[in-house]
């Protein structure tokens, strides 16, 4: 099972990265840098054009605050898209913004995460998600 991480800070990547091994959640993290690189993993477009066709994530991890796309309009893209439309998006930043959060949720994501600051705390938060996303919950339909 693939999770798409949707992150420009290397730190915070390498971090979320450490907590998944941390928990046993040994799945692969695919990390898309900006919102155009994001968008060319999921559609098969760019250097990614060979993953035309191929399986999506199982979910999307989605800064908000990311160089070329932002992440809500890596999210509107996503939802516009018939292939797309129900793979799971969480938004996991560091805006606590209400705007953010409002408008994470209008369009449709499905859960919106603030990262926390303390590492401990991180790896919690990250356990907590692998556990839920990649095992408890039931995964929509492939599109087909």
């Known amino acids: 099972m693939t999770i798409l991480l949707v992150e420009d ?3 915070d990547a390498a971090l979320t990265r450490r907590a998944f091994r941390k928990n046993g959640i040994g799945d692969e ?3 898309a840098e900006d919102g155009a ?6 559609f ?6 060979d993953r035309r066709g191929a399986a999506l994530p199982r979910v ?11 992440g809500l309009e890596v999210l509107r893209r996503i939802r516009a898209n018939p292939r797309t439309r129900t793979l799971p998006v969480v938004i996991l930043t560091s805006s606590v913004e209400q705007q ?3 408008e994470g949720y209008s369009l449709c ?5 603030r990262k926390p600051v303390d590492f401990d705390e991180f790896v919690e938060a990250a356990r907590q998600l692998g556990l839920y996303w990649l095992f ?8 087909g």
């Open 9 to 11: 800070n290397p730190d």
């Open 29 to 31: 993290i695919v990390v």
């Open 37 to 42: 690189e994001a968008l060319d993993y999921l």
């Open 44 to 49: 098969g477009n760019g250097v990614h054009a």
């Open 60 to 70: 999307v991890l989605l800064d908000l605050k990311l160089p070329k796309v932002s």
């Open 100 to 102: 953010d959060i409002a």
């Open 109 to 113: 994501a499905n859960s919106y995460v």
């Open 136 to 143: 408890l919950n039931e995964p929509p339909p492939v599109a």
